[in-house]
Structure formats: C-alpha cells, structure tokens
C-alpha cells in the first residue's frame, strides 16, 4: 500500500529564518498532497495543499513544490514566527484515502 | 453544528470491555473517516464510508473493531474486548468529497484501556 515518508522528525529554527519538511511518496497514482498543521492538543487543520498537475503552489509564507517524477513533496515556511510552532503533517491521496506522514515537530525560537 | 463532533472525548475502560465512539460530521458530508493517531506520530487509516456504504476498512487492526454509519451521517467506531494496545486517540473527519479534498477532523476520543 501507499507509504509516505517524512523528515525531519524534529525541526529548531530561529524567529525569522525558514523551514523546509520534505516528504516522499510510494504510489505514482496519488494525486493529491495537503500538509496539516497540528497545535499542541489540537486536531489537525488544513494549511495547504497541492495537486498532481502543479508543481508549486504558493500562499503568503506558506508554499509547497512537488516532483512526480521523483515523488518527492516539501513545504516551505519563510519569515517563521513563534505561531508557526506545531506538528505538520503531510499527506498522500489516491482516490478516497489519505495517507499520513508520521510529521515533523517545528520549533519557532524567538 | 459547525464541525466535525466526536464523543466522548475521554474514555477510560478496562481491558475486556467494549467501547463505542461517536462521530457526527459536518452537515452534508458524504464522506466519513475513522483514524487512529497514537501519540507523536501521523492519523493512521481504519476505514472509510460514502454515505453510509463502507467503502474501505482495510485499516481496521482486526475483528475486534467494526465501525457503521446507518443512516449516512452519524457514525460509531466499536471496540470489542478491548487490549491495552487499543488505547490512543481516535479521530473521526468529514468531507464534501471523495476524491482531493480537505478532511475535516473532530477533536478526537482519547481511549485508554487499563
């Protein structure tokens, strides 16, 4: 079945500098790539997603870029703030089912 | 109501003892999704309902565990002779559609199985 891979597990960046999560995907047939974004204690929100027929997608200091050839997908955080402190969760979809990464823990030291 | 409302919110059982776990999606939603999400790590599929057909649940861990949604809203994730490994948070979400769509997850039931 589909497995979707994440790194870093763990990510500690200064106020203002950026972040990168890469993600890597097993199934050539998925098609669809949100990210999640999970607040301590919270449930997973959408932040932004992206679609097998667009390789980057941007908004405000948010983007996403995907390569279908390499099945590689990554977010892009710039200008980080302590507010972007969470858990981030990149997903894979193939039809009705999404499939998770295991996420990435970011840090916003301020 | 405006989201996606699970309960209850807390569970605590002992080892032995079924459990059900209540979801009720957005309004409209067609789609209905069970996960599992133990903590530090990804919502892990368990199964999935087009109204109330299930469509999928290969991710149910084993037989101990069956999920319904009669009337294609509401639905119950069921845990039967529960384990200790069964305790985690269980997450249910909604969508508008089945195909590239935002999930949208409820707060979660935290079950904990002594």
């Known amino acids: 079945g589909e497995n979707v891979e994440q790194h870093p597990s763990t990510l500690s960046v200064q106020e203002g500098d950026s972040a990168v999560i890469k993600c890597t995907y097993s199934?050539?047939?998925?098609?669809?790539f949100p990210w999640y974004k999970q607040e301590l204690g919270k449930r997973p929100q959408l932040i932004i997603d992206?679609?097998?027929?667009?390789g980057e997608k941007k908004d405000q200091r948010i983007a996403v870029t995907l390569n279908k050839t390499a099945k590689h997908f990554s977010l892009h955080i710039t200008e980080t703030q302590p507010e972007d402190s969470a858990v981030y969760f990149c997903?894979?979809?193939?039809?009705?089912?999404?499939?998770f990464g295991a996420g990435t823990r970011l840090f916003v030291k301020a | 109501g405006a989201g996606v409302s699970q309960s209850p919110r807390y569970k605590v059982t002992k080892r032995g003892q079924d459990v059900a776990l209540r979801c009720d999606p957005i309004?409209?939603?067609?789609?209905l999704y069970w996960y599992r999400q133990a903590l530090g790590q990804g919502p892990e599929f368990l199964t999935y309902?087009?109204?109330?057909?299930?469509?999928?649940k290969s991710g149910l861990p084993n037989d101990r565990f069956s999920a319904e949604r009669p009337e294609g809203s509401i639905s119950t994730l069921t845990i039967q002779r529960t384990e200790q490994r069964d305790s985690a948070m269980y997450r249910c979400?909604?969508?508008?559609?089945?195909?590239?769509?935002?999930?949208?997850f409820g707060e979660g039931s935290r079950l904990t199985v002594l």
């Open positions: 997903a894979s979809q193939k039809g009705f089912k999404t499939i």
């Open positions: 992206i679609r097998s027929n667009v």
């Open positions: 309004s409209g939603h067609v789609s």
């Open positions: 309902f087009n109204y109330e057909a299930q469509q999928d």
């Open positions: 979400a909604s969508s508008d559609s089945s195909n590239t769509g935002e999930l949208f």
């Open positions: 199934d050539s047939a998925s098609n669809y």
